[in-house]
């Protein structure tokens, strides 16, 4: 059949075609990309804002830990739970020692300045004082003992100021309103300021200042404790401390400061064992090749939960010191790092936690900016059940803010936060909790998520420029549509490092809006 124009006019056909273009728009428009991928979103240059939406706190907490918890308590390490009856006084005076001792199985001598200590006797209790220049305090014993420390300022030019030759427990116990002071040179012999084949339990509200000027600051070869005492290692040429078999802070105040020479030092250092703390504050700034090191390596080694660390609580701030020195801050070279509690800022150049075998988030608020490497990286697994996480990585490709080389990477609980400018991390696939996926933001900009009812989701004041941000928080849900706002400001609000836990936000300029998809992992980086 043939037409001609006056059968079929030709606005005819411009109004079948028209139709036909906005019905296969709105078709196309209504398509979704896999959920395990991506959700459909759409970017927008309006400039709509959004105005006083209140701020709220979210539950962090874990409904199901993952890892370790050991708290490494043992009561026979508590001064309480011991009894030191037998008084032996030592008072330094310059280079000679005044030394009080009526104890059986005691016997004391002295030379040049340094005071020699061999005891059978059991319940004794080695109260020392004063200053000598060179000199030092070296104890033999066959039982357990104290070790008061009360005003002792002892500096030694060819060995360790104290050197405890026995593997028996040291209770060193700094006396109350004291202040001592332990430093050796470059001479030394022994290697450590304060060193001890055995173990070293500190206790008291005194204080001690260890400088190491020739290796570590302290060591110890088995058990190194902390509870309730405030030590300050001053100087440290290879670690500030090393415990060969166990470190645990139960309380207290521990500080290092130090510029090692020697390769793979470390602000704390486990040999062989658990690295534990319990509670207390540690502060740490070097230029070590680690704050925190759990640093046992061996192939045939296959009890890694052994070697593993441990944070339950507590305050710990560990900064690198050197923009030049690869600095990680917690490490564990063979087993796990676990952290159940605590709060922790970790600024340095490598890896701020960095696990062989796992990394198991369970709880605390934990804070890290990493220049050079991985914000948090694990050779084997990543769990979060819980917590608040701010992981900041400025390092480009193909480091990222998380990784677990391509093994299981699980959120399940708390509120992450993860950015950088290199590789998108790793892929959280197993996840339960709903995790998200976008795309780049500027520094010193808030980026804010609410939901259609205009119910904030996240709040994030961004420290540096990125590519990719990862967010999981319990606000998030599956198949939901939300709102992305960049700019603005809050108001009358707190933070945890740029993450606000209250406030009012405003002022924000509507980016985007995006459907989380039916699986717990949507990216939509467009």
């Not at 030759?165 to 304060?194: C, I």
């Not at 050197?322 to 490598?350: P, R």
């Not at 998108?424 to 520094?443: D, F």
């Not at 809050?490 to 509507?510: E, I, Q």
Request: with cysteine; net charge negative.
């Amino acid at each position: 059949i043939i037409m001609n124009k006056k059968t079929f006019p030709i606005n005819v056909l411009k109004r079948a075609f028209l139709g036909f273009a906005v019905t296969a728009t709105l078709l196309t428009s209504c398509s979704r990309d896999e959920d395990s991928t991506s959700s459909s979103s759409s970017s927008t240059t309006s400039s709509t804002t959004t105005n006083g939406v209140s701020i709220t706190s979210t539950s962090y907490t874990s409904s199901s830990s993952v890892g370790l918890t050991n708290t490494g308590s043992d009561s026979t390490d508590v001064l309480a739970n011991n009894s030191f009856n037998n008084t032996v006084t030592i008072a330094f005076n310059g280079s000679t020692a005044t030394v009080t001792n009526s104890v059986s199985g005691v016997t004391v001598t002295q030379s040049n300045g340094v005071v020699t200590i061999n005891s059978t006797a059991s319940g004794v209790n080695y109260q020392v004082s004063g200053t000598v220049s060179n000199g030092g305090l070296n104890i033999t014993s066959s039982n357990q003992f104290k070790l008061t420390l009360n005003g002792a300022n002892i500096t030694n030019t060819s060995d360790a100021p104290i050197k405890i030759n026995s593997a028996v427990k040291a209770f060193v116990e700094l006396a109350s309103g004291t202040t001592n002071t332990l430093a050796d040179t470059s001479s030394n012999s022994t290697r450590a300021t304060l060193y001890s084949a055995g173990s070293l339990l500190f206790s008291g509200s005194g204080s001690l200042s260890v400088a190491g000027n020739n290796a570590d600051a302290i060591q110890a070869a088995a058990k190194v404790r902390l509870t309730n005492a405030t030590i300050n290692i001053t100087a440290a040429v290879n670690d500030g401390i090393q415990a060969g078999t166990l470190f645990v802070m139960d309380s207290g105040t521990l500080n290092i400061t130090s510029s090692p020479t020697v390769s793979y030092s470390k602000g704390v250092s486990v040999l062989k064992g658990y690295l534990i703390v319990n509670d207390g504050t540690v502060t740490i700034n070097t230029s070590a090749s680690a704050g925190m090191s759990n640093q046992w390596v061996s192939s045939t080694q296959s009890n890694e939960s052994a070697y593993s660390t441990i944070i339950n609580g507590g305050t710990i701030n560990i900064t690198s010191t050197s923009s030049s020195a690869e600095t990680e801050g917690i490490e564990s070279n063979h087993g796990s790092v676990n952290i159940n509690g605590g709060t922790l800022t970790l600024k340095v150049t490598d890896d701020a936690i960095n696990g062989e075998s796992s990394v198991n988030i369970n709880g605390g608020q934990i804070y890290t900016y990493v220049t050079g490497n991985d914000a948090i990286d694990s050779n084997g697994t990543m769990y979060i059940t819980g917590g608040m996480l701010v992981a900041v990585s400025t390092a480009a490709a193909p480091e990222t803010s998380l990784d677990s080389d391509q093994n299981t990477f699980n959120i399940s609980g708390g509120i992450v936060v993860a950015i950088t400018p290199g590789s998108t991390p790793s892929s959280p696939s197993a996840s339960t909790q709903p995790v998200v996926l976008l795309g780049s933001g500027s520094a010193s900009q808030i980026i804010h998520l609410q939901d259609s009812s205009s119910k904030e989701v996240i709040t994030f004041l961004a420290p540096a420029a990125y590519s990719n941000i990862l967010i999981s928080t319990p606000n998030l849900a599956k198949s939901t549509t939300y709102k992305v706002y960049k700019g603005g400001s809050v108001t009358g609000g707190s933070n945890f490092n740029g993450l606000y836990t209250s406030g009012t936000y405003s002022g924000g300029t509507l980016s985007k809006t995006f459907t989380t998809g039916s699986s717990s992992y949507t990216q939509s980086t467009n």
